[in-house]
């Protein structure tokens, strides 16, 4: 009889939770309408305004960077959904079914993981590329475009993409150290946001040192054509940000391992 | 079957289960009896693998529970009936729990209709009333077919019919030769459940038996009304029974169970108009039991986790 628990039948059983919640749906929705309404937005407004920049401001414009910049609010609807996925079985009491059914933690984990990151990946792919293709439109025939005929422009939108899953992730191993789901977001939102602002009271001769390595830098460089002075390369800011997520789960993963449900 | 091997757990400072020993047996109804903060529940967590033993094991046929190949063909539990995220429905939940353990989809809805809730079974949960969500959980418990259930308070909050209706349950599933362990803080609902009886207080073993045998030990009496008192009255005598009126019309005895005193009537043409054991007795025999153990619980550093 072929009916062990395995990751692959662990997978389907969480795809079949995280589909079959509300908030999921919601979380995506906002996203889509974050990441590609916001991007045009910010496009439609650079337009309008682009005989009053100046020529210095011109000539450093990153028409990919820009037209991704709702990532930077659609990342709280994915650390949402990141949290989510393990915070709302702590709320719920659901995680002493979910390990009474899967009681080998680290398969359930891997579980989440796989469908978390597989889910959010096409997503936001899928977001990230809608918000390029609408940002160059409101931007063609007054503002300089960019096209995918340039793989550095392949690059940047698809690293946005990759950016915004990665967060998913680290979001969602807060939640497995932290278990409460507003503790976990208000810390996520801490890293992201809170953290930059609190950079600018550091001197600037230490500052320059320090702010490339913040995740939301990260991002910046990652989504942007040309990597912006003073920030690691774009490559070099993925392989940061996945060392981050790796870590972040580990600490996670172990704690889930270890501790009572 | 169930068997906990010198199980202690702790959590920080507080002792919940100290040195906790014993089986529990298929094909009979085993009660796992205590006041409130005993360590029932954290005992039933232990099983289950979600909390880790500070010392000894629990283990289910012979393995620890995280090394079961299927768990939930192998054992079921309800521990929380509320334990289910509130915004998917029934049909769903159950679905991502058989899909864990490779059960087939048909086979949750049968479990929806055993348990009666098929026809709410596209609503959401945060909707259903507790017997609902308990129905729901023993729906879940029943998936894999398992051969040991584990049920921790399962007739909290239910109505008289729902109780009645698990009450049955239990014995149908027994009665099939599984395993069936129902822990509960009620030893009146204890005693017309189960088979075996475990009392445990402070996180220690109190008593374990049949319920009979607790029964004797309780010197319960039995409410008797019949058609002819005096020759009841002689024949229960002479049968080692401890007889006083109970009031004008009916008798109480004590140091014979209904079904020797049914017999004893029987066997004396004498006919029986009622008789009724009176379980408070052996309420108040738990109570003693575990007195000590709610002084020390009430006393503050004991919770029930």
């Known amino acids: 009889m072929n009916a062990d628990m395995s990751l692959g039948s662990v997978i389907r059983s969480e795809w079949i939770k995280f589909r079959t919640v509300r908030s999921t749906l919601t979380g995506v929705f906002v996203m889509f309408i974050l990441t590609i309404g916001l991007g045009a937005l910010i496009a439609w407004a650079t337009r309008s305004h682009w005989q009053t920049v100046s020529t210095a401001d011109q000539v450093t414009f990153d028409p990919v960077s820009t037209s991704l910049i709702g990532i930077v609010f659609s990342q709280f609807a994915i650390g949402v959904i990141g949290s989510l996925l393990i915070t709302s079985e702590y709320a719920s009491g659901l995680i002493r079914t979910t390990l009474g059914a899967v009681p080998k933690r680290l398969m359930l984990v891997s579980g989440k993981l796989v469908v978390l990151i597989a889910s959010m990946f096409v997503v936001t792919e899928v977001a990230c590329f809608a918000a390029f293709f609408v940002g160059q439109s409101i931007f063609s025939g007054v503002v300089p475009t960019a096209s995918l005929s340039s793989t550095s422009v392949v690059r940047a939108v698809i690293f946005a993409g990759l950016y915004l899953t990665i967060l998913a992730v680290v979001s969602f191993s807060l939640g497995l150290i932290v278990r409460h789901s507003s503790a976990t977001i208000g810390i996520f939102v801490t890293i992201v946001l809170i953290l930059p602002l609190i950079s600018l009271a550091i001197p600037e001769s230490w500052r320059v040192h320090i702010v490339k390595f913040e995740p939301s830098e990260l991002g910046n460089a990652m989504t942007s054509v040309v990597t912006p002075s003073g920030d690691l390369s774009a490559s070099r800011s993925l392989l940061m940000l996945v060392i981050y997520a790796v870590v972040v789960l580990g600490a996670g993963a172990l704690l889930f391992q270890r501790r009572d449900a | ?305």
Request: glycine content about 10%; overall charge negative; charged content about 25%.
């Open chain 2, 1 to 305: 079957m169930i068997k906990i091997e010198h199980l202690t757990k702790r959590y920080g400072d507080t002792l919940a289960v100290d040195d906790l020993d014993f089986e529990v047996r298929p094909g009979v109804i085993t009660g796992f009896l205590g006041p409130n903060g005993s360590g029932k529940s954290t005992t039933m967590r232990v099983i289950l693998g979600l909390d880790h033993p500070t010392k000894g094991r629990a283990t289910v046929k012979g393995q620890d529970y995280a090394s079961l190949r299927a768990p939930l063909h192998e054992v079921g539990a309800l521990l929380d009936a509320k334990a289910v995220h509130p915004g998917r429905t029934a049909r769903n939940h159950l679905r991502a729990l058989a899909a864990s353990n490779r059960i087939p989809f048909a086979r949750v809805d049968e479990v929806l209709g055993f348990t009666g809730i098929d026809s709410v079974a596209n609503k959401k949960v945060g909707n259903f009333s507790l017997g609902m969500s308990q129905r729901l959980g023993i729906a879940g418990a029943l998936l894999g077919d398992p051969e040991v259930l584990l049920f921790d308070e399962p007739v909290n909050g239910l109505d008289p019919e729902g109780i009645r209706w698990i009450r049955d349950f239990f014995r149908s599933l027994a009665n099939e030769g599984r395993t069936v362990f129902v822990s509960s803080h009620l030893m009146s609902e204890m005693a017309v459940t189960a088979d075996q009886i475990i009392v445990i207080g402070r996180g220690k073993l109190i008593t374990q038996g049949s319920i009979d045998s607790l029964t004797a030990t309780a010197k319960g009496s039995v409410f008797v009304r019949a058609s002819d008192h005096e020759k009841l009255i002689s024949v229960l005598k002479t049968h080692g029974g401890d007889v006083s009126e109970a009031n004008d019309e009916a008798l109480s005895v004590s140091d014979l169970t209904s079904d020797q005193i049914g017999q004893i009537a029987f066997d004396a043409d004498v006919v029986l108009f009622e008789l009724t054991p009176q379980r408070a007795s052996l309420e108040d025999v738990f109570m003693e039991l575990t007195a000590d153990s709610v002084e020390y619980g009430s006393s503050g550093a004991r919770n029930e986790r």
